[in-house]
């Protein structure tokens, strides 16, 4: 009886959850781990683990107190207070208190961050004691706490900020996980955070390795080197639900794919051959082939969003009327425009192969020059904006003005997108607290952005992951598609 009791005891104690550090191969790497100065979801897929926010999203999609112990708005909505937890420490040691959160939001609120637009409404921030923050705002901002649950609203140790620490390179918070080391197009190692105050993550740590090729993302989930990947390639989809000891895990995401157009280039900056780019893709195609699925878009919002008006259609696949809109708009049989696809997103540039070809059967010759990431976010999303037209997923956002500020003014997106109508709409949107008359200027906004077309909408993406059947717990943020290991387990 007693062999038998240790024997069926250590097969409990075989198949039990080990604490391990966990491997995960992701695509692209963080241009930087300073969550205050990058829009990449790259970036904020990396810093997750290392910073928290005020609030935060819970698993349902609700925003929820994280750092703050709670908060209150008043009945104007122009005087938000937060009650912070205390005890909590930044993973230098030193505690968490009201001045590194008037600091942090000082660094989002200030020029050249590149989301002041979500924090410019707060007009004086005020710590009256070490555990109390009160904003004021001029105008009531009803996508403030958004903003606040996103990974730039991470907060940063006030210390350190006024020392010119380098966090890009050495990054400093509360979260679950600790820096140790970062190799550049290598890999991302975090160890666990025994003092985390919602309790110690189970694994040991955390690494990211960037692997840009799927097929080794794929070879190393199947040999037992990455426990997770999240870039495996549609066309091994299969391969990986007939292994019984791999998981493919899908659903919906925020993730709305684009072929942008620059409405600042000749031919470009007229409606009627935006429309003709759009009639001339197979979005249906487009999807199942390099993304594995999604769901056709008819304008700059995911599927399934209650801001997304019901009466869109999506454009549609009809050649014919392609070629017709661009014969009256006087486009040239000889059009060449620069096609630039991002380096380490397999997905994008296959995506951008196929529209290449139906382009050409409209006439429309694409050339396509692959660019790396860097190179990507600082010369086609910002800086000189250098392209026609370029193939990319803006990742979902909790509130529909991280998803369209800024639209309709021409110098402020990388679409060149204008249209101060439009413009006017989102920017009152911002403003309005009512929730019915915030639907009706986001209706009018998303509508115009179908008709006047300043992207070649391709739809909503699939969340995709690939795991060993071992690994549990792990979960996507609803919207933000960033990576959560704080449950995750090993059996």
Known sequence: MRRRLALLLALLLVGAATARSVTVATTAQPDTLDPHVTSATSAFQSTKSIYDTLVEVARDGAIVPSLAASYTTSLDGLTWTFALREGIRFHDGTLLDAADVVASLERLAAEGSPKRDEFTMIEAIAAPDAATVVLTLSAPAPALLASLASGWGAILPSEKLASGHDFGNQPVGT?????????????????????????????????????????VQLQGLRSGEFDLATGISPVDFDVVRADPALELVQGPSGTVLVATLNNRRPYLDDARVRRALNLAIDAETVLEVAYGGGIPGATFMESGSPWLPDFLEPYGYDPEQARALLASAGVPDDWTIDLALPQPYEVHVTAGQIIQDML???????????VEWGVWLGEVYGGPRDFDMTVIGHTGKLDPTGRLNGYGHADRTYSGYDNLEVAGWIDRAAVTSEPATRASLYAQALTRMHDDAPFAYLGTALSTHARTAAVEGFWVTPLLDTYDFRSVTVR
């Open 175 to 215: 979260g679950p996980f600790v820096f140790v080391e970062w190799v550049r197009d290598a890999y991302l190692r975090l160890i666990t955070n025994p003092d985390y105050f919602q309790g110690t993550p189970v694994i040991d740590g955390v690494t990211l390795r960037f692997v840009a090729d799927s097929a």
């Open 360 to 370: 050409r059967d409209v006439g429309v010759n694409a050339e396509i020059r692959v």
